[in-house]
């Protein structure tokens, strides 16, 4: 059974030199649980060559670090049309394993388990593991998760903005929030008995409070932040670290700051009707549909934007909240468009060190937000071997 650890103690600002950052940020693992490049690697996008249109390339994951990396096998809404979903999926977890991983061996590890991190650390490359984003990925089939499971999905995000047939979406305005159903709560135990994790990103808050009460392993939030500093349906409560739940946070502007959400919501405002032509236009053509929507998708507001500071106020907050053992990061880059300028491609993590010292962490506290990932596997895993 997970206990919370001690409370870390009380944080002293200071100032930190270059060598204590690089000596701490590389004694880290850090773990990054959403990353949406998949969405173009899927479309050709080599993964491998320098961008300057995206947030993330292999060169800047080994500029900033990283030890490992959750990529969104991420199935729009559209493909529920005529029960492409599964399909989606498929193509989502052969970009992964065939674009990134075998295209660059000598780079990424594909790894399933908290220990296959380690390992790939210790081989000095960067771990790759698949996210499920979007229950309707599996049909209503309970055999399609489980195969799922074997392709090497480790979690699951049980809605996506649209709800589906057993579990209701925050980003859905028709919703009926009545959570999840009795089939809902079998996919749910079924989630645990496999030793994936329960991602409950994107949920209807009656949804959060079900799977919260029916899972029996710990749940996390694989990109939200903190619903209590920015007041959207996608953020989290600190309910969460009931069960030793995380939240991973996202670096979304409107998730971090309440202004930019509120920017971004006058903007989708004007935009809704143009999305609407997006869909119709392209009907049958979802790459095509998903090029038309980032083309559209221009930043609400240059002025108002989220900063490096708005993600160690949302670390600060879980922290002081739930505790240290309930926060980690959910970049979601290249899924959002807005993100902190100071922070804004995977090379820049050690910038997120360095403002973390600076606020007071410790080594050892760091250490453990970005690897606190790693404890919620182990427990996941746990739990599932004592369901079998």
């Known amino acids: 059974m997970w206990q919370r650890s001690p409370p870390v103690k009380p944080r002293v600002k ?15 693992i850090l773990i990054d649980t959403h990353n949406d490049i998949t969405s173009r690697t899927v479309a050709g996008l080599d993964i491998g060559k320098p961008s300057t249109t995206t947030h993330t ?18 199935v729009a809404a559209s493909y529920v049309e005529g029960n492409h979903s599964a399909k989606r999926t498929m193509d989502m977890i052969d970009t992964v394993k065939h674009d990134i991983v075998e295209k660059y061996p000598n780079d990424f590890m594909l790894v399933t388990t908290a220990a296959g991190v380690r390992e790939a650390h210790r081989q000095h490359k960067i771990a790759a593991l698949m996210g499920i984003e979007g229950g309707h990925a599996i049909e209503d089939d309970l055999r399609l998760l489980r195969r799922f499971y074997d392709e090497g999905i480790r979690y699951m995000t049980l809605t996506h903005s649209n709800s589906n047939h057993w579990a209701d979406s925050s980003g859905d305005p028709n919703k009926p929030n009545n959570g999840l159903t009795p089939f809902g709560k079998d996919v749910v135990h ?8 329960v991602d409950i990103s994107h949920i209807a808050d009656k949804t959060f409070w079900d ?32 069960k030793g739940g995380v939240v991973q946070i996202n670096f979304d502007c409107g998730y971090l700051n309440h202004e930019a959400a509120t920017a971004e919501a006058a903007q989708m405002a004007k935009l809704r009707p143009v999305l609407a032509d997006i869909r119709a236009k392209y009907a049958d053509d979802t790459e095509g549909m998903m090029k038309a929507f980032r083309a559209a998708r221009v930043p609400a507001d240059p002025r108002v934007h989220a900063t490096l500071t708005d993600v160690v106020k949302h670390i600060n907050h879980v922290v002081d909240v739930a505790g240290i053992d309930h926060v980690g990061l959910g970049s979601d880059f290249d899924g959002v468009q807005c ?10 993590w050690p910038r ?25 596997m182990s427990e996941v895993e746990k739990t599932a071997a004592a369901m079998k």
């Open 14 to 28: 200071r100032t930190v030199t270059d060598a204590e950052v690089t000596r701490v940020h590389k004694s880290a």
């Open 352 to 376: 997120l060190t360095r403002a973390l010292l600076e606020e007071g962490y410790s080594q050892a506290d760091i250490i453990k937000i970005y690897g606190e990932t790693l404890r919620l």
């Open 190 to 197: 079924e989630v645990n008995r496999l030793g994936m994790i």
């Open 211 to 242: 799977a919260l009460e029916t899972s029996k392993a710990p749940i996390f939030a694989s990109h939200s932040s903190c619903r209590a500093i920015s007041d959207v349906p996608r953020n989290m409560t600190a309910a969460l670290g009931k």
């Open 57 to 74: 390339d292999l060169y800047r994951m080994k500029e900033g670090g990283m030890g490992a990396q959750f990529f969104a096998v991420f």
């Open 339 to 348: 993100v902190p300028e100071e922070l804004n491609s995977v090379d820049k």
